[in-house]
Nanobody, 115 residues
Framework: QAQLVESGGGLVQAGGSLRLSCVASGRIRGVNLMGWYRQAPGKQRDLVATFIGDGSTIYADSVKDRFTISRNKARDTYYLQMTNLKPEDTAVYYC?????????WGRGTQVTVSS
């Protein structure tokens, strides 16, 4: 069964750090494209970081220089290292990939940043 499972969310004070993990399993193991999205209450789901198989990364302006997306290929795991967190980073964070023309989403992990 193909799935993505996120973990690592939690409550942190402003200025703190968290590392989110996204484990891919089933037929999407080894996928070479992954995006991290976030959705705050009452807002649309936005793309914050993308990892492309050649190692290229793309970031939204709002998280540039604070968030880092990376991959451990041997563990089929993608990470989102978040530093200098701000209250406006509070959201549910999701990972998503595309494989054989289909989108695969995880269920999300909550990140709450207190001021």
């Amino acid at each position: 069964q193909a799935q993505l499972v996120e973990s690592g969310g939690g409550l942190v004070q402003a200025g703190g750090s968290l590392r989110l993990s996204c484990v891919a399993s089933g037929r999407i193991r080894g996928v070479n494209l992954m995006g991290w999205y976030r959705q705050a209450p009452g807002k649309q789901r936005d793309l914050v970081a993308t990892f492309i198989g050649d190692g290229s990364t793309i970031y939204a302006d709002s998280v540039k220089d604070r968030f880092t997306i990376s991959r451990n290929k041997a563990r089929d795991t993608y990470y989102l290292q978040m530093t200098n967190l701000k209250p406006e980073d509070t959201a549910v964070y999701y990972c998503k990939t595309i494989f054989a023309g289909r989108d695969y989403w995880g269920r999300g992990t909550q990140v709450t940043v207190s001021s």
